[in-house]
């Protein structure tokens, strides 16, 4: 493989792990804010042991998300000096607010939340609750208003020529809210909503069938479910509007999403298929002229790829194949949630084991759609690093050999795979401790203002 394939592949791999990660956080940041609210509102202790229990899952998802992705920012440098130079103007700005106004917000306020339940009074710590949720958002936004510039560049101007060339921000809030980052952020935070509540989905459906826990269990499933219907359903219609937009402002994309070739010609709908990029058709399960249809009318039309030069089009099976496995599993995933939240109507849910038994196994269904979703956005975009501006086969650093990058590879491969397998044993265990049963004697409730302990500390410490 040559240098760019490789390190391509690098920055694909080490971003697929680390994307694992974030999305639960924000998901779940925000679960935490609904179940240590009803706390507050009820005080009911039995919404206080579940949030104790999700802020130990949160706290370990924080930890394994900011170790992986420390490597990617060094990757830039590394493999990529030519694109970091081109964008460094607009990078720089993003990512420094993220870290200014987003992690440091998130990071600061953890310690609280995992260790201040004896420290701080109820509303302080729900204060801090609200603060990490908040902040783990905000790194989203930075992120995604990053990576949108790259998708949708505005409001710069290029300084330089040739492997000087430089992009500058004429104008801040243009680059901020350029075409594609309201739609594609809103996007990716509901798509992190549905993946941290269906984290707390199959948690809850696990302890359910295993009989353990069944206060907390029946509530986080009843929570989670209602939070990912909604989620699921606004995200049908963010999705729709994505879609629309990136037909409007990245067309070979869309072409190559929907495997449309003749510009003459309705878009077609397909369910399930494949394209022959040879004689530039698909095959499988078309409903012909429906996305048009879906898109604005049976009139509307879109640009083809027969009028993308070759040398200009991303790969289109790959983009093709993974934005419809995107769309497909979400579907079935928010049919799924709509079956569950009926049985849960009508209280036919807690004895029904396959669909529970689903609901296990759906946790696993976001994540797909989200890594789908992102390796069909950034295939996508190719051949072009920054859209219509900078080659990604330019981008690359002057000086790194394949060597170099494959041997990266191979170190990152195997300490990826021990951090997951620790994350994924550290997380077992977790869940297989579950949540106390107990309700905590002498801790600070919403009648005590001064949250003074003594003895739940040693408790505390002996679990």
Same mark, same amino acid.
């Given at each position: 493989?040559?240098?760019?394939?490789?390190?391509?592949?690098?920055?694909?791999?080490?971003?697929?792990?680390?994307?694992?990660?974030?999305?639960?956080?924000?998901?779940?940041?925000?679960?935490?804010?609904?179940?240590?609210?009803?706390?507050?509102?009820?005080?009911?202790?039995?919404?206080?042991?579940?949030?104790?229990?999700?802020?130990?899952?949160?706290?370990?998802?924080?930890?394994?998300?900011?170790?992986?992705?420390?490597?990617?920012?060094?990757?830039?440098?590394?493999?990529?000096?030519?694109?970091?130079?081109?964008?460094?103007?607009?990078?720089?700005?993003?990512?420094?607010?993220?870290?200014?106004?987003?992690?440091?917000?998130?990071?600061?306020?953890?310690?609280?939340?995992?260790?201040?339940?004896?420290?701080?009074?109820?509303?302080?710590?729900?204060?801090?609750?609200?603060?990490?949720?908040?902040?783990?958002?905000?790194?989203?936004?930075?992120?995604?208003?990053?990576?949108?510039?790259?998708?949708?560049?505005?409001?710069?101007?290029?300084?330089?020529?040739?492997?000087?060339?430089?992009?500058?921000?004429?104008?801040?809030?243009?680059?901020?809210?350029?075409?594609?980052?309201?739609?594609?952020?809103?996007?990716?935070?509901?798509?992190?909503?549905?993946?941290?509540?269906?984290?707390?989905?199959?948690?809850?459906?696990?302890?359910?069938?295993?009989?353990?826990?069944?206060?907390? /269990?029946?509530? =986080?499933?009843?929570? !989670?479910? $209602?939070?990912?219907?909604?989620? %699921?359903?606004?995200?049908? &219609?963010? #999705?729709?509007?994505?879609?629309?937009?990136?037909?409007?402002?990245?067309?070979?994309?869309?072409?190559?999403?929907?495997?449309?070739?003749?510009?003459?010609?309705?878009?077609?709908?397909?369910?399930?298929?494949?394209?022959?990029?040879?004689?530039?058709?698909?095959?499988?399960?078309?409903?012909?002229?429906?996305?048009?249809?879906?898109?604005?009318?049976?009139?509307?039309?879109?640009?083809?790829?027969?009028?993308?030069?070759?040398?200009?089009?991303?790969?289109?099976?790959?983009?093709?194949?993974?934005?419809?496995?995107?769309?497909?599993?979400?579907?079935?995933?928010?049919?799924?949630?709509?079956?569950?939240?009926?049985?849960?109507?009508?209280?036919?849910?807690?004895?029904?084991? /396959?669909?529970? =038994?689903?609901?296990? !196994?759906? $946790?696993?269904?976001?994540?797909? %759609?989200?890594?789908?979703? &992102?390796? #069909?956005?950034?295939?996508?975009?190719?051949?072009?690093?920054?859209?219509?501006?900078?080659?990604?086969?330019?981008?690359?650093?002057?000086?790194?050999?394949?060597?170099?990058?494959?041997?990266?590879?191979?170190?990152?491969?195997?300490?990826?795979?021990?951090?997951?397998?620790?994350?994924?044993?550290?997380?077992?265990?977790?869940?297989?401790?579950?949540?106390?049963?107990?309700?905590?004697?002498?801790?600070?409730?919403?009648?005590?203002?001064?949250?003074?302990?003594?003895?739940?500390?040693?408790?505390?410490?002996?679990?």
């Amino acid at each position: 493989m040559n240098v760019e394939i490789l390190a391509r592949l690098q920055f694909a791999f080490t971003t697929f792990f680390h994307y694992i990660f974030p999305p639960i956080s924000i998901g779940l940041g925000l679960m935490l804010v609904v179940m240590e609210g009803a706390w507050l509102r009820t005080g009911n202790e039995m919404y206080k042991r579940m949030a104790h229990f999700w802020v130990k899952v949160f706290a370990l998802v924080f930890g394994i998300g900011v170790a992986s992705g420390i490597v990617l920012e060094f990757e830039f440098g590394t493999n990529w000096a030519t694109y970091s130079r081109y964008v460094g103007d607009i990078f720089g700005s993003a990512l420094a607010a993220e870290g200014v106004f987003a992690f440091f917000l998130e990071s600061g306020f953890l310690a609280i939340l995992v260790f201040g339940w004896h420290k701080v009074t109820p509303k302080w710590h729900f204060f801090s609750t609200c603060m990490v949720a908040l902040g783990s958002t905000f790194s989203a936004v930075w992120i995604v208003v990053a990576n949108s510039w790259m998708q949708t560049p505005a409001g710069f101007k290029i300084v330089g020529e040739g492997t000087t060339a430089r992009a500058e921000i004429t104008d801040f809030w243009a680059m901020v809210f350029n075409p594609s980052t309201v739609d594609r952020l809103s996007h990716t935070v509901v798509g992190a909503w549905i993946t941290g509540a269906m984290l707390v989905v199959s948690v809850s459906a696990y302890y359910v069938l295993k009989n353990r826990h069944l206060d907390i /269990a029946k509530a =986080g499933l009843k929570m !989670g479910l $209602v939070f990912a219907l909604v989620s %699921c359903g606004l995200q049908i &219609w963010l #999705g729709h509007q994505s879609a629309i937009g990136v037909a409007k402002n990245q067309p070979s994309k869309f072409a190559a999403m929907e495997g449309h070739y003749d510009s003459d010609k309705p878009i077609d709908l397909t369910v399930l298929g494949a394209v022959d990029e040879q004689n530039g058709r698909v095959s499988g399960l078309t409903l012909p002229g429906l996305g048009s249809t879906l898109m604005g009318g049976p009139d509307v039309r879109a640009t083809g790829l027969t009028d993308i030069p070759a040398r200009d089009r991303p790969p289109v099976q790959l983009t093709f194949q993974m934005y419809h496995l995107m769309v497909f599993l979400g579907v079935a995933l928010t049919l799924l949630v709509v079956v569950a939240n009926v049985l849960l109507a009508t209280g036919k849910l807690w004895t029904n084991r /396959a669909v529970l =038994g689903m609901l296990v !196994g759906a $946790v696993v269904v976001p994540h797909v %759609c989200n890594q789908a979703g &992102w390796i #069909g956005a950034e295939v996508g975009r190719q051949p072009w690093i920054v859209f219509n501006l900078l080659r990604t086969s330019d981008a690359l650093s002057k000086v790194v050999t394949a060597e170099h990058v494959l041997a990266s590879l191979v170190m990152f491969i195997v300490l990826y795979a021990l951090l997951g397998a620790l994350f994924v044993y550290l997380l077992n265990k977790r869940i297989q401790e579950g949540p106390e049963d107990a309700t905590w004697p002498e801790n600070p409730t919403l009648d005590d203002p001064t949250g003074s302990v003594k003895e739940p500390l040693l408790s505390e410490a002996k679990r």
